[in-house]
């Protein structure tokens, strides 16, 4: 089978020897990012009565859900936190993406009724679930469940809505070579459990409602509209008309105490100002590869419409309109390593890395990264592909803490709370750096 290839054993405490000053938190995730985590039947079913994954945007599985005869789609959870054990780690937030035994040494066990985490089953942490917020347990008239409008990510302190479960950049000489979204959304309608595809500015207002005004946890504080890239007309509407829409019905409902972040392609000034008054706080035209030829070869939808050099100007320009803090584009970090067309080398791709914050941040720009999950169904998920080593991740993270030291920039607007302990964030582990 193509994809993921078997990773090879390692030492977890000569990594956290290593890197003595980065929190063994920070060095955990980027590891159960990149390795995955298996699931004990007695883990599932007692995970599948809390925030269960709802499958907002990728898989970020690392096996196919047709694979999966455990119904783990169903019962893994959204997100886990681990913590305490045998090294006293601080609470961390993470991504569940769920792997099979022998591909991970990450396992998370039912023990005596309470949920650990275990490396290579060894006791490594005590692992904490989100209890389904309120809203969970409502319905639209249609009888669509309000979490598959919006899904509660960040241990809530996000809520995500992909507008657009699909991508107008289509087929393998436009999508990009590492995303499966095109794909997850036909397969997990295919395993019965609801799955809408475009959702109505009235289905997102009514649930936004429910989330800020009726029913809200103390821990909600911002919302995220996402979507594939709009290339033609949609329902009539160009890319930017489509989206202001419904960041206007939104704003009318719920007023501009919690910070709105949208995610869209690479605009021009005018049209991110178009948005701004719309009432979007944080623009995210996501670059996900820096190096210029590998852009071209992994995101050839956006070389063919906007060009690498023209993104990134974009990108830079439009914190002018957002401010600092405010344009937060995603680097999907680790993929430029993708076989066959990747980096040769763990440390050119680091490299890489580095010059893309230097870049930005220079331009007041907070990029974020977002760990590379090989799934399988995207095109990279079709060739053999070793795991990329532990090393890479750790040294982008650091150089990403470095470099917004340097510039002296404000933390991504409403987006997580920083630092060990503190960050909800489950996409990577720069944000989880500092003491
Ligand atoms: S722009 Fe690229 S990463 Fe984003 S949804 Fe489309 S194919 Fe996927």
């Given at each position: 089978m193509p994809g993921k290839m078997p990773y090879e054993k390692y030492d977890l405490d000569m990594y956290f020897e290593k890197y003595r000053d980065v929190p063994k938190e920070v060095i955990i995730k980027e590891d159960l990012l990149r390795l995955g985590v298996h699931y004990t039947d007695a883990a599932l079913e007692e995970s599948s009565k809390y925030t269960t994954k709802s499958y907002y945007l990728f898989s970020y599985d690392q096996t196919d859900v047709e694979e999966m005869k455990r119904q783990e789609f169903l019962k893994a959870p959204e997100c886990f936190k681990f913590k305490a054990g045998p090294y006293d780690l601080r609470t961390s937030n993470n991504k569940s993406c769920i792997d099979k035994p022998g591909n991970t040494p990450y396992k998370i066990d039912c023990v005596d009724g309470k949920l650990q985490l275990f490396w290579e089953n060894n006791y490594l942490a005590d692992i904490e679930l989100r209890s389904k917020?309120?809203?969970?347990?409502h319905k639209l008239p249609?009888?669509?469940?309000y979490s598959d409008i919006a899904a509660s990510i960040f241990w809530g302190y996000l809520s995500f809505c992909t507008i657009l479960r699909s991508c107008q950049y289509w087929g393998t000489k436009e999508e990009?070579?590492?995303?499966?979204i095109n794909t997850n959304a036909r397969k997990q309608s295919k395993t019965g459990r609801p799955f809408m595809v475009f959702k109505s500015v009235e289905d997102v207002v009514t649930v936004m409602d429910t989330i800020?005004?009726?029913?809200?946890?103390?821990i909600n504080h911002a919302l995220l509209l996402t979507g594939g890239a709009i290339t033609k007309e949609l329902k009539h509407q160009s890319n930017i008309e489509f989206y202001a829409n419904y960041v206007r019905a939104i704003r009318e409902k719920i007023g501009y105490r919690w910070t709105l972040h949208l995610q869209t392609t690479a605009l021009t000034l005018d049209e991110c100002k178009i948005l701004k008054d719309a009432g979007v706080d944080c623009h995210h035209a996501n670059i996900e590869v820096w190096d210029k030829e590998k852009f071209k070869i992994f995101c050839p939808g956006k070389e063919e419409f906007v060009g690498r050099d023209e993104w990134v100007k974009r990108v830079c320009d439009s914190v002018n309109v957002f401010?600092?803090?405010g344009v937060v584009p995603t680097f999907v970090s680790g993929?430029?390593?993708?076989?066959?067309?990747?980096?040769?080398k763990w440390e050119d791709a680091a490299k890489s890395m580095k010059d893309a914050w230097e870049h930005l941040m220079s331009h007041g720009v907070t990029p974020r990264s977002s760990s590379w999950v090989i799934e399988p169904n995207s095109v990279l998920g079709q060739y053999d592909q070793p795991v990329v080593p532990l090393d890479y991740y750790i040294e982008v993270d650091i150089a990403w803490y470095e470099t917004w030291k340097k510039y002296s920039l404000p933390p991504i607007k409403g987006f997580t709370p920083m630092g060990p302990g503190r960050c909800l964030s489950i996409n990577s582990g720069h944000l989880d750096m500092g003491y």
């Open positions: 917020p309120p809203y969970y347990s249609d009888g669509t469940p990009c070579i590492f995303c499966d800020f005004n009726k029913e809200r946890e103390p401010g600092e803090g993929c430029e390593l993708g076989r066959p067309w990747g980096f040769e």
